[in-house]
């Protein structure tokens, strides 16, 4: 070999050297940055005539597809099960711990202590008060959780909202990275720092909906939700679908979805199915529509079937002689007579009846009837015992939401109740296990990624590879030297 060839020969491997250390050096100091995906450099051999050396063709950014994808959507099913396990948790605090003074258990459970009380000794204005005030405190009970759970439907709706433009905004900012790759393919550059960051948006992407992602020619890739329904793929339109949306300011209970009060999912102007079970369910944007237009009313309407029967069982024709056909009970629909036909949002209007309100001075109608003109015997208790005995009757609810079973009042709120933390603990386990799995995911995907004692390895190697190829360009010119000073 010539000199001239040895000295191309370790000039090719010193520019080598230098390319890859720099590579190294990016890995290390990005270890911990998410999206960040290994680079090796890609070298082949020159082999020209007697001249060898190396070439550098460019650098590979290595990425495990398969696993990078089973972990998006995992991330979309661990948004969907934790955001569920929120709602369940919160509401099931604000209803409260069975029998805790405070919660609906404990509430009604007040109630009925009071009526037992009063029952006992019907004379007492001051047991009579204290009956008043419980019955006032359970029905404030049902109030308050019914306008929780209305405003736990505005926050739904308003979070659909952002992550409807979040995910508006992220696949054009995907096609903006597809182009800006596909430019730095076709002109042979370096484009993985683009990657990383087309990475990072569409991870932040997979939260909201559970994505797959096809690659596409020049380094340009195509986004597809789960269900199939296309997203973006720049082999079809050059533009990405327009996910519309609208956010309701105000929720009610009467208000729902198929009776068109909110709004629907649309792409490109055409309406979907906006259910969790719909083309972009599966991730945080389905759950927080589940619990807008599922979970939700699906506890509303359990609240609405307690205050419902509740009201029915103090009703004219209840233990209560004194009313007339028409007239309010004891508890009354925003101080008027229950309309059967009126009964969504029914816990947000129940009410005690204003003529014994506890602060005025008609709570001797407890004992002698609403309906009583004066007064009656002190002593009597037989109008406070028909109280008692009109909640403990098995009755058939005539709310569908209550089953059809015959049952207590007492035990429709504990089924309630059950039922809630039935809910919750479903949601807590759906929840374990998708972050167990997110967590199997993540950790098979950070064994692919940058390992920094081999990175320091392979630092070595490049370093003692250029030393070499140091002292060949030294030899090199001690050579020269001589043959010149000859």
Known sequence: MSLTGALSNATSGLVANSRAATVVASNIANATTESYGRRELDTASRGSGSHGGVSVLGVVRLVDAAVLSDRRLSDAGTGFASDMQTFATRFEALVGESGALGSLTGRYA???????????????????????????DFTDKLNALSTELQQGRVEADASVAGQVDRLNTGLDRVRSLNEAISAEVIRGGDASSLQDERQRVIDELADIVPLRVVDRPFGAQALYAASGTVLYDPTINSAPVEIGFTATGAIDATMTLAGGALSGLTINGVAISSGNSGPLGGGTLGAQLQIRDGLAPELQAGLDGLSRDLIERFAPGGPDGTLAAGDPGLFTDAGAAFDPLDEAGLAGRITLNALVDPEGNGTWRLRDGLGATSQGAVGDATLLSGYMTALETLTVPSSASLGAGSKG??????????????????AEDELSFTQAQNTALREIELSNGVDSDAELQALIRIEQSYAANARVISVIDELMQRLLAI
């Open 110 to 136: 007040a109630f009925e202590t009071a009526l037992v009380s009063a029952a006992a000794d019907p004379a007492s204005t001051q047991r009579l008060e204290t009956l008043a005030q419980a019955a006032l």
């Open 409 to 426: 009042f007492a035990q429709h709120v504990a089924e309630f109740h059950s039922a809630l933390s039935l809910t919750r603990v479903r």
